[in-house]
């Protein structure tokens, strides 16, 4: 039996694998000996490299090259460069990697096995191959083999360099080394930037420096700078939350400015900016922080600092309706809404919609407070008087658009309602606007507009001969008819009508209310923005002028009104009683509340004024007995006959010029019709026949007279002085048109016309009478905005109150709070009382 030709250690080097009959564990064994027979080289290839680092950064750590010059620096480092490699070359020159045979002679070693059955294992026999005896006897020999492996070991790795390095030279520079980085302590790594980069600069480099950032969030957050110092970075350090858009400084001192340490290099936002040199030790660095979440000073080769910081962004806002809007018996849109923001509202508007059209419009908020989320939120209220708008009467969707400083918008959801109109009692006021309403809702009815308008204009009775209506109506109506009319024409034309409306319907008590809330929000914004006393007081002197304006304004429409004949408002009896005075009293309680620095009491007190003066309303009250109403109507129904009287003098006047009489004041279309339904109803008896015109009309006119003085009759227990002689005109008047004598026809109607007004003002002074006023002779009784007579002197000569008012709210709360109000007012008042007591109370009252 004979071996391989390859035999003994001379076979290691010819394995490349390891033998496939071992057993697994002694597979894993050899490849965990192979490893550390890589290990054991690799070591005592890399040592003399790495004496020759540690003896670099000893050196480095010391501070020493930084006392060099610059080129011995240089040289230094071109001897430890050099160093290090002739150490790699010297370590690597005889490198080889293990082989398999070797990790398994290792494992035999480490194992103590006798016979080197793991090098053997994989001999075969190589003579008498077909002699059973022989492989019988090689088969025996490599169970024995196989029998003979027990338990495998592998000591530790060893570099054998305790024999060749005699004197531990070695151990000697890691010493050193590690006994320079203790003594280079937090300046570790700033020495090894200093050692790796010579001073070019020739300024002292040394290793004090500071590093010193602050960060300024936007105006807008109202938060307050924050400053960061080296004391604060590493990674024990706190988070800092910092707002989007923020302003970042950084400056830094005794870091390089130039040569290959410098400048420094500013890491913010995911990526670098190269510091601003300001002087030979002095560097700054300016940016915003959007993204990013660190903030690091880098100089040459090392991180100086790092603050780690999260950058917060800025939310987009929210808005959302309080409710749903309510109406005022104006017709004016009173809204309640909040918006919210990470930072603050700027800017909420109110977005009208209908089909791909919109308007904006600004709206007012309120100081903010901070939610429970930390958001701030911001509440308002606004009345809008969308009357005048062409939508008025349609289908609109409202949204709220709320920004913030940086721009970003949110919106609520839509709102869809109708848009509430104005209800008009002047009957040409009201066509006026049905007028409008029409081109509103199509442009090419321009023409029919115009020719209805010129028919409303050619009746100055029916308006009270106002020349700036006529004005208006002749002006839209030959805008109107012009050849050139557009679309783009009807905004100003429809502005204009709707003034002449508003200006027929109560004269000046729409731009008296207009001022008023003009002046309440300014005052509002001066409370809001801690105003100087004497501007608050000067708006506040302001707003009660405004104030007693409207109210005046009311009285006249009232009388106005009372005189034309007009239709007159029924109010609710539900409706809160208060006086002129009790307003004036809540405007000064507010004043009173300004000067003592109770500026959101006084804000709460403007909105309550603002929402009693919105609801205000003028009209007849329905808490009127029935006999006073019943007066009332009588009043109402003469003033109509009067103006059919005035209306059959113009026809008679026109029949002088040539002239059909009827021609004039009866146009076609809509107008003509609605006023012919308007005479005939109140002002005919009760019979419901029209007006008519000529003998006939004024045959009919006499006969509602007749029926009209036995109403007077019945309920005053005397005719009214003038109604008979007025009757008698009439008579005469009906005989004059029959025989088509128009002048005298004309002079009688002219006669009846002044015995009706005067018998319409002997009326009224016999109804007072009857209520205990006495009003001088040939004075007509004024009546306020509810019908009331508003003389000094009522019954009994006590002052009357002429400026109670019927406002449409709920008696419940501001009556109760009123009540509350005048009851703490009397115990303060009350000499009886304490002392003690009554000034507790009058702290207690300037807190409201």
């Not at 009345?383 to 709320?402: C, P």
């Amino acid at each position: 039996m004979a071996r391989r030709p390859v035999l003994g250690d001379d076979r290691l080097s010819a394995a490349s694998t390891l033998p496939s009959s071992l057993p697994a564990r002694v597979r894993i064994m050899a490849v965990v000996a192979w490893g550390i027979l890589l290990i054991e080289r690799l070591w005592a290839a890399l040592t003399p490299a790495i004496c020759v680092l540690l003896l670099a950064l000893a050196l480095a750590w010391s501070g020493l090259p930084r006392d060099l010059g610059v080129w011995v620096h240089l040289a230094l480092l071109f001897l430890a460069g050099i160093g290090f490699l002739y150490g790699l070359w010297w370590g690597f020159r005889g490198f080889r990697l293990p082989q398999w045979q070797q990790a398994l002679r290792r494992l035999e070693r480490d194992s103590d096995l006798a016979h080197r059955p793991l090098t053997h294992i994989d001999d075969a026999q190589v003579s008498n191959l077909i002699d059973p005896a022989a492989a019988s006897l090689w088969a025996r020999h490599r169970a024995r083999l196989m029998g003979s492996i027990g338990r495998l070991d592998l000591k530790w790795p060893d570099n054998g360099l305790v024999a060749r390095d005699r004197y531990a030279l070695r151990q000697l520079t890691l010493l050193l080394a590690l006994a320079a980085f203790f003594c280079a302590n937090e300046a570790w790594l700033r020495r090894l930037d200093q050692a790796l980069l010579p001073n070019f600069s020739g300024i002292e480099d040394t290793d004090q420096i500071t590093v010193e950032a602050w960060i300024t969030p936007p105006d807008y957050t109202g938060l307050p700078p924050v400053s960061l110092s080296l004391a604060q970075h590493g990674k024990g350090a706190e988070t800092l939350k910092v707002p989007m858009g923020s302003r970042l400084l950084v400056q830094s001192q005794g870091l390089p400015t130039s040569g290959l340490g410098g400048p420094a290099t500013l890491v913010a936002n995911d990526e670098k900016q190269t510091f601003d040199v300001l002087d030979a030790s002095t560097q700054r660095s300016e940016t915003t922080l959007s993204k990013g979440g660190s903030i690091g000073v880098q100089s040459g080769l090392s991180t100086v600092v790092e603050w780690p910081v999260a950058i917060v962004p800025d939310m987009a806002p929210k808005a959302e309706f309080g409710g749903n809007p309510g109406v005022t018996d104006r017709g004016v849109l009173r809204l309640g809404y909040s918006a919210r923001d990470d930072y603050g509202v700027t800017d909420l508007r109110l977005v009208m919609s209908r089909g791909k059209e919109d308007f904006e419009f600004k709206l007012p908020l309120g100081q903010p407070t901070i939610g429970s989320d930390g958001y701030r939120v911001a509440q308002g209220g606004s009345f809008q008087d969308f009357t005048a708008h062409r939508w008025a009467g349609l289908d609109v969707e409202l949204r709220l658009v709320a920004r913030d400083a940086m721009g970003q918008i949110g919106a609520s959801a839509p709102l869809a309602l109708t848009l509430p109109e104005r209800k008009f009692y002047h009957p040409v006021a009201r066509a006026i606007i049905e007028l409008r309403k029409r081109l509103a809702s199509d442009w090419q009815f321009h023409n029919s507009v115009s020719r209805e308008l010129d028919i409303l204009k050619a009746q100055p009775e029916t308006y009270e001969d106002r020349i700036a209506a006529f004005m208006g109506m002749d002006f839209a109506a030959r805008r109107l008819r012009a050849e050139e009319f557009a679309p783009s024409d009807m905004p100003p034309v429809l502005q204009l009508m709707w003034d002449i409306a508003v200006d027929l319907e109560d004269g000046g008590t729409s731009l008296a209310l207009s001022e008023f809330r003009r002046l309440q929000q300014a005052l509002q914004d001066a409370l809001d923005r801690g105003a100087s006393d004497e501007e608050v007081e000067r708006l506040m002197n302001q707003l009660q002028e405004a104030m007693n304006r409207y109210m005046q304004d009311l009285q006249q429409q009232l009388q106005r009104a009372m005189e034309s004949g007009q239709q007159m408002r029924q109010l609710s009896p539900n409706g809160l009683k208060l006086s002129q005075n009790d307003l004036n009293r809540m405007l000064n309680d507010a004043r009173n509340m300004a000067r003592a620095g109770a500026k959101d009491s006084a804000k709460q007190m403007l909105d309550q004024l603002q929402k009693l003066m919105e609801n205000l309303q003028a009209g007849v009250p329905s808490t009127m007995s029935a006999e006073g109403r019943a007066q009332q109507e009588l009043n109402s129904e003469l003033g109509r006959l009067m103006q059919r009287q005035q209306k059959l003098l113009e026809e008679s006047y026109n029949a002088q010029r040539g002239q059909q009489p009827g021609e004039e004041g009866m146009g076609e279309g809509e107008m003509g019709q609605g006023q012919q339904q308007g005479e005939g109803m109140p002002g005919d008896g009760g019979n419901g026949q029209a007006a008519g015109s000529g003998a006939m009309g004024q045959e009919q006119l006499r006969r509602d007279l007749g029926n009209l003085m036995q109403r007077f009759s019945n309920m005053l227990g005397d005719l009214p002085g003038g109604l008979g002689e007025a009757e008698q005109y009439m008579r005469g008047a009906v005989d004059n048109l029959k025989n088509q004598d128009f002048p005298n026809a004309a002079e009688n109607q002219n006669n009846a016309l002044n015995q009706l007004q005067q018998g319409l003002q002997a009326a009224q002074e016999m109804m007072q009478r009857q209520a205990g006023q006495v009003p001088g002779r040939g004075n007509r009784a004024k009546m306020d905005p509810l019908g009331r007579p508003t003389d000094e002197d009522g019954p009994g000569g006590n002052p009357i109150d002429s400026s109670n008012m019927d406002l449409g709210v709920d008696k419940e709360p501001a009556q109760k709070a009123r009540e509350i109000f005048e009851e703490l007012r009397q115990r303060r008042n009350d000499p009886n009382r304490p002392k003690q007591e009554r000034d507790y109370l009058d702290r207690l009252l300037k807190q409201f």
